[in-house]
Structure formats: structure tokens, C-alpha cells
């Protein structure tokens, strides 16, 4: 091979701190095998100075020949081989940009190792973008999706403040993204899901202690969108009982546990903590998701379910909304349900009281 590209999982271990075993696992099984001139790419989203004080290290030890990674100009190849950066960037379910439209972003260790990972990526990418080093472009991955995440937190605050004050939040960002400059739409929901969004403010987070610094706006994100699970439960409890019902017994169908609509990923989902909590509180829970016809055990789950099918919900004290995929027919559950919780205002336009936005 002459290049070779790491994409292995970066999660959060216990104790919500970084895991790059699979990073480190795979640099050991890469380096006997290394050879002069091969380019070696991590594209896993992790800390500024992974590439350049945990992977490179490990190849240069590993490999058995003496064989280092080029770091100067002068890098003539011989007895080296040069090592990049480029970060994955993906949007699931998302069909209105071309994979080749999509600039990448690379950061070498040296400028050679820049030009030819410029060069790799550029026969698949219609622009790739250069940055100054590894560091720099694992920076970027990181603000991307910490941009996502700190103002989700914020729209899901607001969404709370809303609820209490009586305001519909989707029509007020609706209003809001009317603004031709100066604002983009997010919005708000059960949590967030997924392996970068709700993973990687984590992953700077703990690398900034390095640098005796703390990252309050980031950290206080995160425990906003940790909570949204807990609001979730607590909405479906409040409605029951405006109904005269417990939710310690009550019948709840969770409709889709995919952490987005139309995707078949449940990696960090909300819905595996809210049916979690709603056992632990006495529900009998069901769910229904056309991805999934079984959840079993998972790296901080096990729930061992079947897929319920959707063919009457009016055995149910609750139907809840939690991935609003576009297989439901909302408008027939809600005419059906005894009472439905959307959490995703996905059924918008349809009125009843039996249903619950929160």
C-alpha cells in the first residue's frame, strides 16, 4: 500500500474520558508492516496532538527498521515515511451534498506529508483544504462539532424556558431563520446522539486540563444536553398524570431509538437512556424502529428488545416520539393514541389534546 487511512472509533471510556485504544491497537498492528515513503492517515476524531504524540510514536517504535516520520522540509523519503491528519466529515442521512462536494481538510507533519495526502484526497475531493499541521486539523473537527453541539444546548434550554412560558420553540426559531444574516437554525430535541457531537467536546475538554485550563461553556453544554433524556421522562410522568395515570406501570411505546431521523445508528442515542429510565421507573416499555429489529448489549447498554410492530396504539398509556423517522404515519397515531409525547415536533399541523410537545 502506499497510503494507509485510519478510521477507527474514538469513545469516551467510563469515565468519560478519551479512549484511543482502537487508535493505538491499530498504530501496533500497522508499524511491522511499515515501509519508506508510505503515508500514514488518521482520520478518527480526537485531541489536538494525537497524531503527533500517540500515533507517530508508536509507528516510529514499532516498525523494527528505524524507520522515522518525516518532519522537516528536507524529507527525502528513504528512511521515512509521513504522516497526516484529515478529519471525517459526515452528515447521516443528509443527501443534499455530494460526498466529492464536501472540502477536506488535511494537516501533515511536515509539507510534504501535506501535499501528498493533498494529492490522495484530491483525486476523490473536489477541494481539499491545507492547514499548517496535524494539531490544527484535529482542532478543526473538534470546533465543528462543538460549534453543533454548544448551540443545540442552547436551543434545548430554550425549549425548557418555553415550555414554562407557553411558547411554541419550532415556531419561534421558524421566525427566527427568517433572518437572511447572522443566524443559523438549530433545533431542539431528546438529547444528543450520535459518536461525534455528544463525545467530542469531551475529548478537548479533557485535553485542556493539560493546559491548566477549563472549559466551563463546553462542559456546561454537555450537562445541558445529558439532561434532555431526563426532561423527556419527566414530561411523559407529568402528562400521565393529567390523565390520572402512573408512570410506574404505564404502557409506553418509544417510536424510534436511531440517534437521527432515517439512519440505522444508535451509537450514543438518547433513546437507549430514556427507556432506561423509564424502566427504572416502573414503565413496561416497548419501541418500535424500522433500523433496529433488536437491540441487544452495547458499550454502556444492554436492553436485549425486540421491534414492537405499530398496529394498534391504543393498548398503550403513551406513545412517545423520540426519533421522528418518516416511515410513521403521525397524523394515524395521533387520531389512535391515548396520548402521544413528541419530542421532535413531528406532529406539527396535527391537533388534539391528547398530545404533548415537550
Avoid at 501496533?28 to 500515533?55: D, F, K, W
Avoid at 514499532?62 to 459526515?90: H, I, M, Q, W, Y
Wanted: glycine share 6%; hydrophobic share 40%; charged share 20%.
Amino acid at each position: 500500500m502506499d497510503a494507509i487511512i485510519i478510521c477507527v472509533p474514538t469513545p469516551l471510556d467510563e469515565y468519560r474520558e478519551p479512549d484511543l485504544s482502537f487508535i493505538t491497537n491499530t498504530a501496533r498492528a500497522i508499524a511491522p508492516h511499515l515501509r519508506a515513503g508510505q503515508l500514514v492517515v488518521l482520520e478518527s476524531t480526537t485531541y489536538p496532538g494525537t497524531t503527533e504524540e500517540v500515533l507517530v510514536p508508536i509507528l516510529e517504535e514499532g516498525n523494527g527498521c528505524g524507520l522515522k516520520a518525516a518532519r522537516d522540509t528536507t524529507a527525502n523519503g528513504e528512511d521515512e515515511f509521513f504522516v497526516a491528519f484529515s478529519p471525517e466529515r459526515e452528515d447521516p442521512g443528509n443527501d443534499s451534498i455530494a460526498r466529492r462536494d464536501i472540502p477536506k481538510v488535511v494537516g501533515g507533519l511536515n509539507s510534504q506529508a501535506s501535499e501528498l495526502a493533498a494529492t490522495l484526497y484530491g483525486t476523490i475531493f473536489n477541494r481539499v483544504v491545507p492547514v499548517s499541521s496535524p494539531a490544527v486539523a484535529e482542532m478543526t473537527k473538534l470546533l465543528e462539532n462543538i460549534y453543533r453541539c454548544v448551540n443545540i444546548a442552547l436551543v434545548n434550554e430554550l425549549k425548557l424556558l418555553s415550555l414554562r412560558m407557553g411558547l411554541d420553540i419550532w415556531e419561534v426559531i421558524n421566525a427566527a431563520s427568517t433572518k437572511p444574516f447572522g443566524f443559523q437554525p438549530f433545533y431542539p430535541g431528546p438529547g444528543l446522539g450520535g459518536h461525534c457531537i455528544p463525545v467530542d467536546p469531551y475529548y478537548l475538554s479533557w485535553k485542556a486540563k493539560a493546559w491548566d485550563f477549563q472549559t466551563r461553556f463546553i462542559e456546561l453544554a454537555g450537562e445541558i444536553n445529558s439532561s434532555m433524556p431526563y426532561h423527556v421522562v419527566s414530561c411523559v410522568s407529568r402528562a400521565l398524570s393529567q390523565q390520572r395515570k402512573a408512570l410506574n406501570g404505564a404502557k409506553v411505546l418509544v417510536l424510534g431509538v436511531a440517534y437521527k431521523k432515517d439512519i440505522d445508528d444508535l451509537r450514543e442515542s438518547p433513546a437507549l437512556t430514556i427507556i432506561e429510565l423509564l424502566q427504572k421507573d416502573g414503565a413496561e416499555v416497548s419501541y418500535n424502529d424500522p433500523y433496529f429489529p433488536f437491540i441487544g448489549k452495547g458499550r454502556h447498554y444492554d436492553l436485549q428488545m425486540k421491534c414492537t410492530p405499530v398496529d394498534d396504539v391504543s393498548k398503550y398509556d403513551c406513545v412517545l416520539i423520540v426519533t421522528d423517522h418518516s416511515d410513521y404515519d403521525y397524523r394515524g397515531i395521533a387520531q389512535h393514541a391515548s396520548l402521544v409525547v413528541d419530542t421532535r415536533n413531528a406532529t406539527r399541523g396535527i391537533h388534539g389534546d391528547n398530545i404533548v410537545r415537550c
